[in-house]
Nanobody
Framework: VQLVESGGGLVQAGGSLRLSCAAS????????MGWYRQALGKQRELVAT????????YYADSVKGRFTISRDNAKNTMYLQMNSLKSEDTAVYYC????????????WGQGTQVTVSS
């Protein structure tokens, strides 16, 4: 499985960005997909996850009400719509996926930089 992120960039505070994660390979059994982020000098943070059918979602408290995760299984693509961006959202965002319903994520993308200017 390969995961490729896109959509990062520079945006002003209060603005929006949409990240995409295109999955290729044996994607049929990727039950959980999600996004991590890591800011410079900070610990990695799990931002959001979504189950294969989209029925179960998780959001970190820091992004609830501002970010929306979704996935289109027909296109093997996951999205993260980020609204009302804050400077503290600046980080490298990683697409992740796993086959199991729990445990560590098996697959990681290369990351995409999101920079929010204040």
């Amino acid at each position: 499985v390969q995961l490729v992120e896109s959509g990062g960039g520079l945006v002003q505070a209060g603005g929006s960005l949409r990240l995409s994660c295109a999955a290729s390979g044996s994607t049929f059994s990727l039950n959980i997909m999600g996004w991590y982020r890591q800011a410079l000098g900070k610990q990695r943070e799990l931002v959001a996850t979504i189950t294969r059918g989209g029925s179960s979602l998780y959001y970190a408290d820091s992004v609830k009400g501002r970010f929306t995760i979704s996935r289109d299984n027909a296109k093997n693509t996951m999205y993260l719509q980020m609204n009302s961006l804050k400077s503290e959202d600046t980080a490298v965002y990683y697409c992740v996926a796993r086959r199991g319903w729990s445990g560590n994520f098996d697959y990681w993308g290369q990351g995409t930089q999101v920079t929010v200017s204040s």
